[in-house]
């Protein structure tokens, strides 16, 4: 079956440090895949969308890198502030079926000051 | 730009009621999208309608049916209602579909008693 896996667990990282986020799947192929961030209370905001043929985007202080291989993709927040501390949810297209984005249960990020 | 918005934010109904949630895209945006969001199942797809015609559903039970409107504005229903349809129903808006940007509302959250 399809499973779309991110650490359930909360990260807890001090100010300034670089978080690391992962976003795991089997049974998909994705073209691409997206990243959002979700704040208590409110919708999902969009962060940054990687395609199959990139290895790395760059927006800031955050980066995705998106390896088919190993069927996996990385977030990181350099130089992390207390502001972003939220849950993060990755999103993959649905069995390459068009327009149904299946997102993964997310990982909430909690950065000390 | 205005963004996505919903109505209402929040609502109480009663087991065996009915529910109709709205959901109005940015302007220009002609695919919405509507999630269901708990805190066991994270975030699932409902369906997305694009131009008036539902594209994808996702594997929910029938009691949960939506429409979109000409000028693009969307609704949903949810018949019956279950103590376990209580959810942050979140819609989302895209100019023609998943593999793009997808605009969160707000969402609108529903307690059934």
């Known amino acids: 079956s399809q499973k779309i896996e991110q650490n359930s667990e909360a990260l807890n990282i001090q100010e300034g440090k670089t978080a690391t986020l992962t976003c795991n799947y089997t049974?998909?192929?994705?073209?691409?895949l997206q990243w959002y961030r979700q704040d208590p209370g409110r919708g999902p905001v969009f962060l940054l969308l990687?395609?199959?043929?990139?290895k790395e985007k760059r927006k800031e202080r955050l980066k995705v890198t998106f390896d088919t291989t190993l069927k996996q993709s990385l977030f990181h927040i350099t130089a992390s502030q207390p502001a972003d501390s939220a849950t993060y949810l990755c999103?993959?297209?649905?069995?390459?079926?068009?327009?149904?984005?299946?997102f993964g249960g997310g990982t909430r990020l909690m950065v000390k000051p | 730009k205005a963004g996505v918005t919903q109505t209402p934010r929040y609502l109480i109904k009663t087991r065996g009621q009915q529910v109709t949630l709205s959901c109005s895209p940015i302007?220009?945006?002609?695919?919405v999208s509507w999630y269901q969001q708990t805190p066991g199942q994270g975030l699932q797809f409902l369906f997305e309608?694009?131009?008036?015609?539902?594209?994808n559903k996702g594997n929910f039970p029938g009691r949960f049916s939506g429409r979109q409107f000409s000028n693009s504005r969307s609704e949903m229903n949810v018949s019956t209602l279950e103590l376990g349809d209580s959810a942050l129903y979140l819609c989302?808006?895209?100019?023609?579909?998943?593999?793009?940007?997808?605009?969160f509302g707000p969402g609108t959250r529903l307690l059934v008693l």
């Open positions: 049974n998909y192929s994705p073209a691409y």
């Open positions: 990687i395609r199959e043929n990139e």
């Open positions: 989302a808006s895209s100019l023609t579909g998943s593999r793009e940007t997808q605009y």
């Open positions: 309608y694009f131009s008036e015609t539902q594209r």
């Open positions: 999103a993959l297209e649905h069995n390459n079926a068009g327009n149904m984005l299946t």
């Open positions: 302007s220009g945006h002609r695919s």
